[in-house]
C-alpha cells in the first residue's frame, strides 16, 4: 500500500494543484519536482491528487449527461370504466367540492408560501479563511454552512455555544442555518433573543429572517409586527406593501 | 479531429464534450446491435469515460484523440460484453472479441481493474454533497476562475478556496478509506 501523510495543509494542497494545473513558473517547477524526487510521499500525494482531479473532471462531465438524470417510467394509464351517469353527477360533484375546499383551505398558505420564495434568499455568510486559527470552530461550522450543510453547521456552533457560550454572532447563524434547513421552530428560537438586542448588529438581519420564518408557516400577524421593526429596510417595506401583508387577516 | 491531450488539460470541458460526440453515437448503435438499449449505452459509456479519463490523466494512456477513442471504445465494449455474460444473454467472450479490435488492446485482466478502479472514484465523488461538486466542478472542470465561482456562489474568492480545499480533502479521505476497504493501493 503507498504511503501517504496523514494531514495535508491547505498551502501544500494548492502547491501540488499549481503543479499539475501547469500554474507554476519554470523555476517553481524545477523546485517542486526537485522536492517530489527526494520526497517519496509528495510524489505519492501528486499521484493521488491528479486522480482526484480527473474524478472531478469526468464526474462533472458525466453529472451533466442526459443520461446522469433520473429516469422516470411514464406513468401506466388508469384503466378506463364506464359510470352510468347518475355516478358520474355525483363524482363530478364531489370532485368540484373537493377542489373548491382545498383551494379556500390552502390558497393562503400557498400566498404566503410565494412570498417567502419570492423573498427569501440563503445568508452568504461569513467570508473564511483556513490560515486563521482564531475561534477556529467557529469558521469550520462557516465552510460546512457555505459548503450546505446546515444541519452540521448548526450542530456544531450549538456544541460550541454549549461549551463557550452563545455570542449574538452565533445565536444568529445557527438561527439562519435552522431556517436554511426548513427548521423553523429552532430558527425562530435563535433568531428571536437576537432580533430584540439592541446592541447587536445583527439585529436587522436576525429581524428580517425572523419575519420570512413567520411569512413560512402563515403567521403574517406576527411577520408584519416584526417588518414594520425594520422602516429603513427597502425589502420589508416591499414585503409589507404586498397585498397579502396589507391585510393580514384575509 | 485531432484533440490535444496534454496531461495538465486547459479544457476538460470541451475535451470531453468531444470524446462523447466522437464515441457515442457508436457506442449506442454497438449496444442496441448487441442485445441493449439507450441507458445500458449510456451506463457503459459512463463507466467507460470515467477509465479512460482517469488513465489519461495519470499518463496510463499516451496518444493521440483517434488513439483515445479506440481506447474507449475498447474499454466500453469490454465492459458490455463482460455484463452481457453475466447477466447470460450472449455467449461472446470477451477473448474472442479481442482478436479483431483495436490495436491499443490492453490485458483485459488490467480493464476489469481499471473499471474497477474508476467505479470506486465515481462512487465517491458521487457521495459529495452538491456544493461541493458545484465548486469542485467549476473550477477543475469548467476551469472558472476563482472569482469567477465566488460571483456565481455568492462567496469571496477566499472563501471558495478554503472550500475547495476542503472538499477535495473529503474526496480524498473518502478514496483512501474506501480503497482501503477494498484491498487496494
Redesign the interface.
Known amino acids: ?2 504511503d ?1 501523510r496523514d494531514h ?1 495543509s ?1 498551502e501544500m ?2 502547491q501540488i494543484e499549481s503543479y ?3 500554474r507554476m513558473d519554470a523555476v517553481q517547477r524545477q523546485a517542486f519536482e526537485q522536492a517530489m524526487a527526494n520526497d517519496v510521499q509528495l510524489r505519492n500525494e501528486v ?17 451533466e ?4 438524470e433520473t ?1 422516470t417510467t411514464p406513468a401506466v394509464p388508469a384503466p378506463v370504466r364506464t359510470m352510468n351517469r347518475r355516478w358520474w353527477y355525483a363524482a363530478a360533484a364531489a370532485l368540484i367540492i373537493t377542489i373548491g375546499a382545498t383551494w379556500w383551505l390552502r390558497r393562503t398558505e400557498t400566498v404566503s408560501q410565494d412570498l417567502y420564495t419570492q423573498y427569501f434568499h440563503v445568508d ?2 461569513l ?4 490560515s486563521s486559527t482564531h475561534a477556529y470552530t467557529f469558521y469550520d461550522g462557516m ?1 460546512s454552512y ?4 446546515y444541519k452540521e453547521a448548526a450542530a456544531m456552533w450549538t456544541k460550541l455555544g454549549n461549551e463557550k457560550g452563545f455570542t449574538d454572532t452565533l445565536q444568529y447563524f445557527i438561527g439562519v442555518a435552522h431556517l436554511n434547513n426548513n427548521a423553523l421552530p429552532e430558527a425562530n428560537q435563535y433568531l428571536l433573543p437576537v432580533a430584540n438586542n439592541n446592541t447587536s448588529v445583527w439585529k436587522g438581519k436576525a429581524t428580517w429572517y425572523l419575519a420570512l420564518s413567520y411569512i413560512k408557516v402563515d403567521n403574517r400577524t406576527e411577520a408584519v409586527r416584526w417588518l414594520t421593526q425594520l422602516p429603513n429596510d427597502e425589502r420589508a417595506k416591499q414585503l409589507l406593501a404586498e397585498p397579502a401583508l396589507r391585510e393580514p387577516g384575509k | 479531429m485531432e484533440i490535444s491531450f496534454d496531461r495538465s488539460g486547459t479544457n476538460p470541458d470541451e475535451l470531453l464534450h468531444n470524446v462523447y460526440a466522437a464515441n457515442y453515437p457508436w457506442l449506442l448503435q454497438y449496444v442496441q446491435q448487441n442485445s441493449g438499449n439507450a441507458a445500458d449505452a449510456q451506463d457503459i459509456f459512463q463507466e467507460g469515460v470515467y477509465a479512460a479519463w482517469t488513465n489519461l490523466r495519470e499518463g496510463r494512456f499516451t496518444g493521440n484523440s483517434a488513439q483515445f477513442n479506440a481506447y474507449l471504445r475498447q474499454i466500453c465494449k469490454h465492459k458490455w460484453l463482460n455484463q452481457l455474460k453475466s447477466t447470460g444473454r450472449s455467449r461472446t467472450s470477451y477473448q474472442d472479441d479481442l482478436t479483431h479490435v483495436e490495436q491499443t488492446a490492453d490485458d483485459p485482466q488490467v480493464i476489469a481493474e481499471q473499471l474497477e478502479q474508476s467505479r470506486l472514484l465515481k462512487d465517491c465523488f458521487a457521495q459529495l454533497g452538491d456544493k461541493c461538486k458545484q465548486v469542485l466542478g467549476l473550477f477543475y472542470y469548467r476551469r472558472q476562475s476563482l472569482a469567477q465561482i465566488a460571483a456565481v456562489t455568492n462567496n469571496t474568492e477566499e472563501s471558495v478556496k478554503t472550500i475547495k480545499y476542503r472538499c477535495m480533502m473529503q474526496l480524498r479521505k473518502l478514496y483512501l478509506e474506501q480503497n482501503k476497504a477494498n484491498g487496494g493501493l
Open positions: 500500500m503507498a501517504y495535508i491547505q494542497f494548492e499539475l494545473l501547469g499521484a493521488l491528487q491528479r486522480k482526484l482531479i480527473a474524478t472531478v473532471e469526468a464526474g462533472s462531465f458525466i453529472d449527461q442526459p443520461g446522469a429516469t452568504p455568510g467570508p473564511v479563511a483556513m465552510v457555505k459548503e450546505g450543510k
